[in-house]
């Protein structure tokens, strides 16, 4: 066999091709992805989003801002009523000039300013208000206090005018509704609006019980045996939008005046 081939070699001829050898299997090892450790729906899902900094920063003082406002701004507004006997005071009056008040009213005021304005704002957090018009700049917020001080004066009239209970309550009643529809407009506004007009006036049932800090003379609805008078409570509603535009323009004022702060304070502390 091998003199074959030298046989052909020495004629010539080209050799035989060698027999083509199977090509290799490339092997492809997969990348390894790199995963994240999920969270499991036992440890409560995905963490939300902490809040900014700037509004953790305000929010001591627009606490302290709000009860401030309540002090000095609510008795003013309760006064309009107290002018024309809506409410009588007992011990502990507080009269100067025009205004007749109890000496507990201020803080309670200011506290009712700080726990509505605190609530709004922390709804904010969680559920934003959709298409709400207490947007908190100042000419919202300017508008819904002259909004409130109007309609607390129109009440204090037509309860001075003696207009029976019952047709006044329908008509606050009917301009509530449009205050809301005017200053708010969201459906979470008005939820809030009820929760405070209804809550309010039974806060008031030990302070007029227990304490004995004021009194209904012409009373027409009467729980726990005191007096109250049934259409306050649209008074208390309409209280609730102009303490949303309060609380979040008090909360981005102050907000904007540390971050300016801060913003100061990283310049002065960087190397010349």
């Known amino acids: 066999m091998r003199a074959a081939k030298l046989a052909v070699l020495a004629a010539g001829a080209a050799p035989p091709p060698r027999p083509a050898h199977p090509p290799r299997r490339q092997i492809h090892t997969p990348r390894r992805r790199c995963l994240k450790p999920t969270r499991s729906l036992l440890d409560g899902g995905p963490p939300s989003p902490p809040a900014p900094a700037s509004r953790r920063r305000a929010w001591p003082a627009v606490s302290a801002a709000l009860f401030g406002a309540g ?18 005071y007992g011990n502990a009056t507080l009269d100067v000039g025009p205004l007749h008040s ?21 709804l904010d957090d969680r559920a ?31 309860y001075r005018a003696g207009v029976p209970s019952n ?16 200053l708010d407009g969201s459906w979470l506004g008005f939820a809030v609006a009820c929760l405070v007009g209804t809550v309010c006036p039974l ?9 004995g800090c004021w009194s209904y003379p012409n009373a027409d609805v009467h729980l ?26 008090l909360d981005s004022r102050l907000a904007a005046a540390d971050d300016g702060g801060a913003g100061g304070d990283d310049e002065a502390a960087r190397p010349g």
């Open 71 to 88: 002090f000095l701004l609510g008795p003013l507004l309760d006064g309009i009523h107290s002018r024309v006997g809506l409410q009588v």
């Open 102 to 122: 109890h000496v507990l009213v201020p803080p309670l005021l200011g506290a009712f300013y700080l726990t509505v304005g605190l609530l709004h704002l922390f």
């Open 128 to 158: 934003p208000p959709p298409k709400s018009k207490a947007t908190g700049s100042t000419e919202k917020t300017a508008t819904s206090l002259l909004v409130l001080a109007l309609f607390i004066e129109l009440s204090a009239e037509l």
């Open 167 to 182: 047709l006044e309550a329908y008509t606050l009643f009917a301009g509530a509704e449009l205050v809301w529809l005017f």
């Open 203 to 211: 806060a008031e049932i030990p302070l007029i019980k227990l304490l």
């Open 224 to 249: 726990l045996g005191e007096g109250l008078v049934s259409w306050t409570t649209t008074c208390y509603f309409v209280y609730t939008p102009f303490l949303a535009n309060l609380a979040r323009w």
